[in-house]
C-alpha cells in the first residue's frame, strides 16, 4: 500500500509517502517540502506546477491521498482541490480537508477538545472525537489571524516605525533589514502574498524574545488573541478537554501560551509544531484516514 498525505499552509507544503508491502512488515516514509499550496488564493497552473514536483520527488500512483490544506473550507473548494490532484496523481481515494481538520485530529486523536494553529495566520476549532462540531470564523490576515506570525510581526513593524520599540531593538531591525517607509508600503501594497511578507518577520521576534519589550509584545498579543479566539467555546471545554496547539509560532512561544494557559486555569494538551508528524503516527496506529 503506497499512502501520500501533505500538510499544507500559507508558506510551506510537507508531504509524507507511506509505503507498506504487506500489514505486517511496518511501514517506510519518504518526505519532501514545498511551498504553501492553497485553492483559494492560488490558481490552477500553480498548484498544478508544484504537484509535478512532488510527483518527481515521491511518485505518482498511491492507494490513498490525503490532502489537508489552508483555505479548503468548503465542499467547492475541497472538490476543486480533489479535481486537481487527480489531474496529477493516479489514486482513486484522493480526499482534501482542511488544516484545521488535519490539526485537530493529529493533536486530539479521538479525544474531545479544542484544536489551535498558530503559524502563518491563526484558527481554532472543537472536535469531539470524530469531527469538528464548532470552529472559529477565519477571516483572513485583515481581520483576524491575531496568534499568527503575521500579527506579532505587524505589531513589532508598526512600532519600529512609528518610533514606539526602543532604540536597540530598532537600531538591531534597521541593521537586519534595511527598510524605508516607502518599502513596506510598496509590500503591502503592490507586491503578491503580503501576510507572507509580514510575518517573515516573526523570526526577529523570536530570536529577541528575551528583550523586556519583546517580551511584553509577544505576552499581550497572546493574552488579546486567547480573548478574542477563545470566546466561543464553554469554560468546560477549555478547563477540562483543553487546547493543543500545532504552528511554528505555537512552538516558538510555548513557554508564553503555558504561562497565559496557566494564568486562566485551562487545560493544556500539547504544543508542536508540525502536525504532519503527528498525522502519520494516528494513520499508523488506526488507519482512520483510509476510513
Same mark, same amino acid.
Given at each position: 500500500?503506497?499512502?501520500?498525505?501533505?500538510?499544507?499552509?500559507?508558506?510551506k507544503?510537507?508531504?509524507?509517502?507511506?509505503?507498506?508491502?504487506?500489514?505486517?512488515?511496518?511501514?517506510?516514509?519518504?518526505?519532501?517540502s514545498?511551498?504553501?499550496i492553497?485553492?483559494?488564493?492560488?490558481?490552477?497552473?500553480?498548484?498544478?506546477?508544484?504537484?509535478?514536483?512532488?510527483?518527481? *520527488?515521491?511518485?505518482?500512483?498511491?492507494?490513498?491521498?490525503r490532502?489537508?490544506?489552508?483555505?479548503?473550507?468548503?465542499?467547492?473548494?475541497?472538490?476543486?482541490?480533489? @479535481?486537481i490532484?487527480?489531474?496529477?496523481?493516479?489514486?482513486?481515494?484522493?480526499?482534501?480537508?482542511?488544516?484545521?481538520?488535519?490539526?485537530?485530529?493529529?493533536?486530539?486523536?479521538?479525544?474531545?477538545?479544542?484544536?489551535?494553529?498558530?503559524?502563518?495566520?491563526?484558527?481554532?476549532?472543537h472536535?469531539?472525537g470524530? *469531527?469538528?462540531d464548532?470552529?472559529?470564523?477565519?477571516?483572513?490576515y485583515?481581520?483576524?489571524?491575531?496568534?499568527?506570525?503575521?500579527?506579532?510581526?505587524?505589531?513589532?513593524?508598526?512600532?519600529?516605525?512609528?518610533?514606539?520599540?526602543?532604540?536597540?531593538?530598532?537600531?538591531?531591525?534597521?541593521?537586519?533589514?534595511?527598510?524605508?517607509v516607502?518599502?513596506?508600503?510598496?509590500?503591502l501594497?503592490?507586491?503578491?502574498?503580503p501576510n507572507?511578507?509580514?510575518?517573515?518577520?516573526?523570526?526577529?521576534?523570536?530570536e529577541?524574545?528575551?528583550?523586556?519589550?519583546?517580551?511584553?509584545?509577544?505576552?499581550?498579543?497572546?493574552?488579546?488573541?486567547?480573548?478574542?479566539e477563545? @470566546?466561543?467555546?464553554?469554560?468546560?471545554?477549555?478547563r477540562?478537554?483543553?487546547?493543543?496547539?500545532?504552528?511554528s509560532?505555537?512552538?516558538?512561544?510555548?513557554?508564553?501560551?503555558?504561562e497565559?494557559?496557566?494564568?486562566?486555569?485551562?487545560?493544556?494538551?500539547?504544543?508542536?509544531?508540525?502536525?504532519?508528524?503527528?498525522?502519520v503516527?494516528?494513520?499508523?496506529?488506526?488507519?482512520?484516514? =483510509? =476510513?
Amino acid at each position: 500500500m503506497k499512502i501520500l498525505i501533505a500538510d499544507a499552509g500559507a508558506t510551506k507544503t510537507d508531504w509524507v509517502k507511506l509505503s507498506s508491502v504487506d500489514d505486517s512488515s511496518g511501514w517506510t516514509e519518504e518526505r519532501h517540502s514545498g511551498v504553501g499550496i492553497s485553492p483559494l488564493h492560488h490558481d490552477t497552473d500553480m498548484i498544478e506546477e508544484e504537484l509535478r514536483l512532488v510527483r518527481a *520527488a515521491l511518485g505518482d500512483s498511491f492507494d490513498v491521498l490525503r490532502f489537508f490544506g489552508a483555505g479548503i473550507g468548503s465542499p467547492l473548494i475541497a472538490g476543486k482541490m480533489e @479535481a486537481i490532484l487527480s489531474e496529477i496523481f493516479s489514486c482513486h481515494d484522493i480526499v482534501a480537508m482542511s488544516d484545521m481538520e488535519g490539526a485537530a485530529y493529529a493533536l486530539l486523536g479521538d479525544s474531545p477538545g479544542v484544536a489551535c494553529i498558530m503559524g502563518t495566520g491563526s484558527n481554532s476549532c472543537h472536535y469531539d472525537g470524530v *469531527a469538528i462540531d464548532r470552529k472559529s470564523a477565519s477571516l483572513g490576515y485583515l481581520l483576524d489571524d491575531e496568534g499568527g506570525g503575521v500579527a506579532y510581526s505587524r505589531r513589532l513593524l508598526s512600532d519600529v516605525f512609528k518610533g514606539i520599540a526602543p532604540d536597540e531593538i530598532t537600531r538591531k531591525f534597521g541593521e537586519r533589514y534595511g527598510l524605508t517607509v516607502s518599502d513596506v508600503v510598496d509590500h503591502l501594497y503592490r507586491q503578491p502574498v503580503p501576510n507572507r511578507w509580514i510575518a517573515g518577520f516573526m523570526p526577529f521576534v523570536i530570536e529577541n524574545i528575551s528583550d523586556p519589550y519583546i517580551r511584553r509584545l509577544t505576552e499581550s498579543q497572546t493574552r488579546w488573541f486567547f480573548d478574542r479566539e477563545f @470566546a466561543l467555546y464553554p469554560e468546560a471545554a477549555l478547563r477540562d478537554e483543553g487546547i493543543g496547539f500545532v504552528g511554528s509560532v505555537a512552538k516558538a512561544l510555548s513557554d508564553v501560551i503555558e504561562e497565559e494557559m496557566r494564568s486562566r486555569g485551562w487545560r493544556l494538551r500539547n504544543i508542536v509544531k508540525h502536525p504532519l508528524d503527528l498525522l502519520v503516527k494516528q494513520f499508523k496506529d488506526d488507519k482512520r484516514l =483510509t =476510513t
